[in-house]
């Protein structure tokens, strides 16, 4: 075989290998460095370190979308005791999105929660937890046992026709 038809074929695939890599146009990956005291209250989680991250900007409690589009929304946490419940609620600009409930006959102190919304270009994303009992959200590393505050935003989709 020709050789400059080999080095076509093997350029031809790695250009196809670029077109068919699934990496999202933003992504973000942020976590705590210390412990951050949760009250009956409500307290929003302050983020205060960035793993990775791609197309997404951040400042203390709240995250903000570059792009209009569907966005997967992953927290894990864990708690210094075991709770009862621990809402963990999802604000948009500053309002009530969505809340998902880790409630059970059974206390736990590790708790997760997805959800997936469809965010317009600049809405803010913030998170509050709201346990049954005053704690301490404990860190513990990524990839870890009980990966705690993980918080994983990535876009899924650009924006949709309407």
């Not at 038809?5 to 146009?25: F, S, T």
């Not at 880790?102 to 709201?130: E, P, Q, S």
Request: glycine share 6%; aromatic share 4%; charged share 15%.
């Amino acid at each position: 075989m020709n050789k400059q038809i080999i080095r076509d074929v093997v350029g031809l695939k790695r250009e196809l290998a670029k077109v068919n890599d699934e990496i999202p146009d933003a992504a973000i990956t942020l976590t705590r460095t210390a412990i951050q005291a949760i009250t009956t209250a409500s307290t929003v989680l302050v983020w205060q370190s960035q793993i990775r991250g791609q197309g997404m900007t951040w400042s203390g409690t709240n995250v903000t979308v570059p792009a209009d589009g569907y966005y997967l929304i992953d927290l894990s946490v864990q708690t210094s005791i075991n709770l009862n419940d621990l809402a963990i609620t999802l604000i948009r600009n500053g309002l009530n999105c969505a809340v998902s409930s880790a409630v059970g006959d059974v206390d736990r102190n590790r708790m997760t929660a997805t959800f997936t919304r469809y965010f317009l270009r600049g809405d803010t994303i913030a998170i509050f937890l709201t346990p049954s009992a005053n704690a301490n959200v404990v860190v513990n590393l990524e990839r870890g046992a009980g990966e705690s505050p993980i918080l994983h935003i990535v876009q899924l989709t650009n924006g949709a026709q309407t």
